[in-house]
């Protein structure tokens, strides 16, 4: 069974702050992804990444990076953190990029303060 | 914009009947579409997709149908039991690239 793991599940830093959000997954997935959750807006694409070392923007990268150095890991950064990047964030991954279905963690609900 | 909406933000079912959940796209290109189950403090889970081949996908008590003249497809469940309780995503995409996702659909299960 497919596992992918968030590093923490609730999370509160304040405005300006760089902070990381670390994706494990142990399936040996080609794709990896980040979105954010918010109430009305459904999930929403920040990046993805198809291979090591690779990243692509997604619908809104503003405000956010992304690291790829292995396979099984991918990390969102908040380069400086601003309170409307208050959300749930979400890491997913997908074994290949035609397969589809892509297979989620738990969340990390991020709070800046 | 958003380019796939479900227009209904919940939906209450007596368990047994049928639960439909809509959803509608506006990007004739969309050629692939998924269906994911979330429940609270939990990361969404896939359930049922179909590709644009096909108008209908059956898998156990769900079914996804497409009408892609309407741009619109459903998620029926039958019978509706009060597990399924969950807010449902619809999700689509061109050629397995981008997802792109709706606002979700809060279902509710009445024992």
Known sequence: ?113 | DQQVKQNSPSLSVQEGRISILNCDYTNSMFDYFLWYKKYPAEGPTFLISISSIKDKNEDGRFTVFLNKSAKHLSLHIVPSQPGDSAVYFCAASVAGNQFYFGTGTSLTVIP
């Not at chain 1, 300006?16 to 929403?44: A, I, S, T």
């Open chain 1, 1 to 113: 069974d497919v596992k992918v793991t968030q590093s923490s599940r609730y999370l509160v830093k304040r405005t300006g702050e760089k902070v990381f959000l670390e994706c494990v997954q142990d399936m040996d997935h080609e794709n990896m992804f980040w979105y954010r959750q918010d109430p009305g807006l459904g999930l929403r694409l920040i990046y993805f990444s198809y291979d090591v070392k690779m990243k692509e923007k997604g619908d809104i990268p503003e405000g956010y990076s992304v690291s790829r150095e292995k396979k099984e890991r991918f990390s969102l950064i908040l380069e400086s953190a601003s309170t409307n990047q208050t959300s749930m964030y979400l890491c997913a991954s997908s074994l290949k990029r035609l397969a589809g279905a892509q297979h989620f963690g738990d969340g990390t609900r991020l709070s800046i303060l």
